[in-house]
């Protein structure tokens, strides 16, 4: 009785099950679709080794420990020199060396054959933060900043902030320069006011007592600068650019007067116009045809 009921039991839930599921759908794409994937069937790949040869491994045995036997040197053998031994290397042909790895790029030209380094006389070294840093020339010419001034140029975008520098170099012997440069930081116009004070050198006429032959007046601009020979022992008197002038030039002994106006570029270059006016004696008697001693009856 109890078999018989559980068994009917059970037939009646099977129909019931396959009536539910009779009523989902069967499209192939739904999602709710009871289809499995088809498997993938990937092209075999096989390997021939049929090209390769090891033969060479058959009569090796890995585990045989081998020692290098280099063959014998022949009887004219000659040992190649050491490496310190050598003579040092040029640095022509260092540069060709690296020219021949890494290309024209480190020979010092240019890609137009233009020399990289014809710009800038002095050795180039670079600072921990990365800037180009250049050696002071020693040329015996020493360098005195005379004035720094911040300039603004005004442009259509703005104003433009750069610095002049007045610098007057000199060998303390005679020599003597007085040049101005403009940069957009105080290092570089200093630099280029010390190259430009370099192009324009003169020599000062001075007496065995390092003071002037005669009295001189130079005027650049609106400045006036008045010269004087002195006693020795008197110095140097005068200021500003003038006395920065004179001392870079070497005189001892001197009088010097600004008359006009006090800017020190014109007052320097007032000073340089008044110098290159003087004449030594010996020159003005050759040029009469007379001794020296002449000069004075």
């Given at each position: 009785m109890a078999t018989s009921l559980t068994s009917s039991l059970s037939s009646t839930f099977s129909s019931l099950s396959l009536r539910r599921f009779s009523l989902l759908p069967t499209h192939p794409h739904h999602p709710t679709s009871l289809s499995l994937p088809k498997p993938l069937n990937f092209p075999s790949i096989k390997i021939q080794a049929t090209d390769i040869d090891t033969t060479f491994f058959d009569n090796v045995d890995p585990d045989e420990i081998t020692t290098f036997d280099p063959p014998e040197k022949p009887e004219d053998f000659v040992p190649?020199?050491?490496?310190d031994e050598g003579p040092p290397e040029t640095e022509e042909q260092i540069a060709r060396a690296y020219e021949e790895l890494y290309g024209p790029a480190y020979s010092g030209e240019s890609v137009l054959g233009n020399d990289v380094y014809v710009m800038d006389s002095k050795v180039k070294k670079t600072?921990?933060?990365?800037?180009?840093?250049k050696d002071k020339v020693r040329d015996g010419f020493e360098e005195r900043v005379v004035q720094v001034r911040r300039v603004t140029k005004v442009v259509k975008g703005g104003k433009q902030l750069h610095f002049r520098a007045v610098v007057v170099v000199g060998d303390k012997k005679g020599q003597v320069g007085v040049g101005v440069g403009k940069a957009k930081e105080v290092v570089a116009a200093v630099q280029k006011s010390a190259t430009n004070a370099r192009r324009n050198i003169i020599t000062v006429p001075m007496t065995k007592y390092l003071t002037f032959p005669h009295?001189?007046?130079g005027d650049y601009g609106a400045a006036k600068v008045m010269l004087r020979p002195a006693s020795p022992g008197t110095g140097v008197i005068a200021g500003g650019a003038v006395r920065i002038v004179l001392e870079m030039a070497g005189v001892e002994n001197a009088l010097g007067k600004q008359l006009g106006s006090n800017n020190a570029l014109n007052n320097a270059r007032a000073t340089v116009v008044a110098v290159q006016q003087m004449r030594q004696f010996s020159e003005v008697a050759r040029e009469r045809g007379i001794p020296m001693e002449e000069l004075w009856k």
């Open positions: 190649p020199p050491s490496f600072s921990a933060f990365g800037k180009v840093k009295r001189s007046d």
